[in-house]
């Protein structure tokens, strides 16, 4: 079994999406404690490093070295150095390299600890005001429109909010292509968070692309799209027998009759009170 006391450890931090004020004191501390730094972009980070006045020795960790230095970082962690994690904006591992090294330093038994700090997609959602209650956070979707229109297929019954992040020279294609899949909804564009050009762009997808059309897109993008709340009804002619198998396999996976006679209605766009009667009607025929 793996000695940890004699092991480092991985250290996940947090950096500003782009104002510096945002990191917190304890990323500082242990930016200043940790043997060395693994960034997405050392010169990126350097900048960060030198405003605050740490000086760190740092191994570059990128999307396409992340498996090669994920072996070297496991090694030296191993051998009892303290790391941290680094990329150029937000959180490692969220639509940044790290997921892999986290992967292997959980799999090689090495304590991993997170450094919170911001990330777009939550300060997008924050101040979107679409729903928070329940959201998808797909990331980037992929480059080819053949491809994201089936990733977007996949979303399309969603209720939460949807939450993108996308290039400036792919925004419009993509804006285009959620319309196309998803039909008219309500959709926030939120544009250089934390920066000085901070901006949000609110309306329908409609209005979004014919604003976005008009300008020359530059910066970071995170895209927000309303849910799907509209309840698809049965046709009212739908026979009892219908309603009965809507029955018998709804309230199988439910332990509470009340919740599933909830969810029954909702599905069918009858009454609690009508599907109630329907399950009566049910139980006295041995249903």
Same mark, same amino acid.
């Given at each position: 079994?793996?000695?940890?006391?004699?092991?480092?450890?991985?250290?996940?931090?947090?950096?500003?999406?782009?104002?510096?004020?945002?990191?917190?004191?304890?990323?500082?501390?242990?930016?200043?404690?940790?043997?060395?730094?693994?960034?997405?972009?050392?010169?990126?980070?350097?900048?960060?490093? +030198?405003?605050?006045?740490?000086?760190?020795?740092?191994?570059?960790?990128?999307?396409?070295?992340e498996r090669e230095r994920s072996n070297q970082i496991i090694d030296k962690i191993l051998a009892g150095a303290n790391v941290a994690l680094v990329t150029d904006a937000g959180m $490692?591992? *969220?639509?940044?390299?790290?997921?892999?090294?986290?992967?292997? &330093?959980?799999?090689?038994?090495?304590?991993?600890? $997170?450094?919170?700090?911001?990330? &777009?997609? *939550?300060?997008?959602?924050?101040?979107?005001?679409?729903?928070?209650?329940?959201?998808?956070?797909?990331?980037?979707? $992929?480059?080819?429109? +053949?491809?994201?229109?089936?990733?977007?297929?996949?979303?399309?019954?969603?209720?939460?909010?949807?939450?993108?992040?996308?290039?400036?020279?792919? @925004?419009?294609?993509?804006?285009?292509?959620?319309?196309?899949?998803?039909?008219?909804?309500?959709?926030?564009? &939120?544009?250089?968070?934390?920066? *000085?050009?901070?901006?949000?762009?609110?309306?329908?997808?409609?209005? *979004?692309?014919?604003?976005?059309?008009?300008?020359?897109?530059?910066?970071?993008?995170?895209?927000?799209?309303?849910?799907?709340?509209?309840?698809?009804?049965?046709?009212?002619?739908?026979?009892? +027998?219908?309603?009965?198998?809507?029955?018998?396999?709804? @309230?199988?996976?439910?332990?509470?009759?009340?919740?599933?006679?909830?969810?029954? &209605?909702?599905?069918?766009?009858?009454?609690?009170?009508?599907?109630?009667?329907?399950?009566?009607?049910?139980?006295?025929?041995?249903?």
């Open positions: 079994m793996l000695d940890q006391l004699n092991t480092g450890i991985l250290y996940l931090v947090g950096t500003p999406l782009g104002n510096l004020e945002d990191i917190t004191q304890r990323a500082l501390r242990v930016l200043n404690e940790v043997d060395f730094i693994a960034a997405e972009d050392t010169r990126h980070t350097l900048k960060l490093l +030198n405003h605050f006045q740490i000086k760190k020795s740092m191994l570059s960790y990128y999307q396409h070295n $490692p591992g *969220i639509s940044d390299p790290g997921t892999l090294l986290v992967a292997a &330093a959980i799999e090689r038994g090495i304590r991993v600890i $997170p450094i919170p700090g911001v990330t &777009a997609v *939550i300060t997008a959602l924050a101040a979107s005001g679409l729903d928070t209650a329940s959201f998808w956070f797909a990331g980037f979707l $992929p480059r080819k429109n +053949n491809e994201q229109r089936l990733k977007l297929t996949e979303m399309i019954n969603f209720p939460g909010t949807l939450v993108f992040y996308e290039s400036p020279h792919r @925004l419009l294609i993509t804006l285009q292509n959620i319309k196309s899949v998803f039909g008219e909804r309500r959709a926030v564009v &939120a544009r250089e968070l934390t920066k *000085i050009y901070e901006e949000f762009i609110r309306g329908s997808l409609s209005e *979004i692309i014919e604003n976005l059309s008009r300008r020359e897109l530059k910066g970071e993008f995170t895209l927000l799209v309303e849910g799907n709340h509209v309840v698809v009804k049965t046709d009212q002619n739908s026979t009892n +027998n219908d309603i009965n198998t809507l029955l018998a396999t709804t @309230l199988s996976h439910r332990t509470s009759l009340r919740e599933g006679l909830k969810e029954i &209605a909702k599905e069918t766009g009858k009454s609690t009170k009508e599907v109630y009667r329907m399950y009566l009607e049910q139980q006295k025929k041995g249903g």
